[in-house]
């Protein structure tokens, strides 16, 4: 059986039975079907793709399996240790992997998000809890890309995002054949300090919805530093490029907006359902042949 054959099979199965508990509307159906290389397609039909697997990846395995499998996929493993949880999937042209984000009736996974302090790495300091998240799975990820020659990718939503970056870095610096090729990212969190971000070259996507309140923490004064570009929707749920004042008062409009439906778009706009809703319709604007905003430190491809 090769490599993108692999059947679905799971690490830690009872660790699923409560993964689409965070998860209120059906199993996402995929926009982007998969009939070729990942780098063929758009920047922006790539950020949908993820943003859908970064959202599958909150539901069990057996749904994963059936809905990567109609998307083009056809390597669905299941990686779970002690609350720390990821998918690897794949064809005969990629392989990925995408973690899964913070669940509130997991204590491990809130125990990860509220750990602010860093450790140290060889390549410079990284949130503990997310350094121990990786820590759990990486051991298991590895066995499975070891002998890969497919280019990798990585996503994830919230913690998942921060834990994709996290296994990015340990890919690079691992000495197995794989490398990453890029990382999608949906609401996550800044990982660590200065020297940690830097030391990956390739391509980050990183995607804060408006209002997200996860995106600004842990705070700046921690050390603490973003990976990659961004990409921010405004409260329009439009690409935009704004900076300083202009951003402060884009957010205070969404968040009186929110506010007059009786919802705080700090925690409503971290919502992966939000994101995905956003970037499909920037993905129907280019089937449409509209032209599409390209944040500014990224080709137009």
Not at 96 to 124: F, H, L, Y
Request: charged fraction near 20%; charge should be positive.
């Amino acid at each position: 059986m090769s490599e993108s054959s692999s059947p679905v099979s799971s690490h830690n199965d009872a660790a699923s039975t409560s993964a689409a508990s965070i998860v209120k509307l059906p199993p996402p159906t995929f926009t982007v079907k998969l009939s070729g290389p990942i780098s063929e397609l758009s920047w922006v039909q790539k950020s949908l793709l993820f943003a859908e697997l970064s959202r599958l990846a909150y539901f069990p395995p057996d749904v994963v399996e059936k809905l990567a499998y109609e998307s083009g996929l056809d390597q669905c493993v299941f990686i779970a240790r002690d609350g720390a949880e990821a998918y690897v999937l794949g064809n005969r042209f990629d392989c990925m992997i995408v973690c899964r984000g913070t669940e509130p009736n997991q204590w491990n996974d809130i125990k990860a998000d509220a750990n602010a302090w860093t450790v140290a790495t060889d390549v410079g300091r990284v949130h503990s809890g997310f350094h121990s998240e990786v820590s759990e799975l990486w051991p298991l990820l590895e066995q499975q890309i070891k002998e890969n020659q497919r280019p990798m990718w990585f996503a994830g939503h919230s913690l998942g995002g921060a834990m994709a970056a996290v296994c990015a870095v340990r890919c690079k610096v691992s000495p197995i054949p794989s490398n990453p090729k890029a990382i999608f990212s949906y609401g996550a969190p800044r990982v660590g300090d200065k020297p940690y971000t830097s030391v990956l070259t390739v391509k980050h996507y990183r995607w804060v919805n408006n209002n997200d309140i996860v995106p600004r923490v842990p705070p700046r004064w921690l050390g603490y530093r973003h990976m990659g570009q961004e990409i921010y929707l405004n409260r329009h749920g439009k690409i935009s490029n704004m900076r300083s004042w202009l951003r402060v008062r884009d957010r205070f409009r969404g968040l009186l907006a929110s506010l007059r439906v009786w919802k705080l778009d700090y925690f409503s706009d971290h919502s992966m359902v939000e994101y995905i809703k956003h970037i499909r319709r920037h993905y129907d604007d280019e089937v449409a042949g509209n032209r599409i905003p390209t944040p500014k430190h990224i080709p137009a491809e």
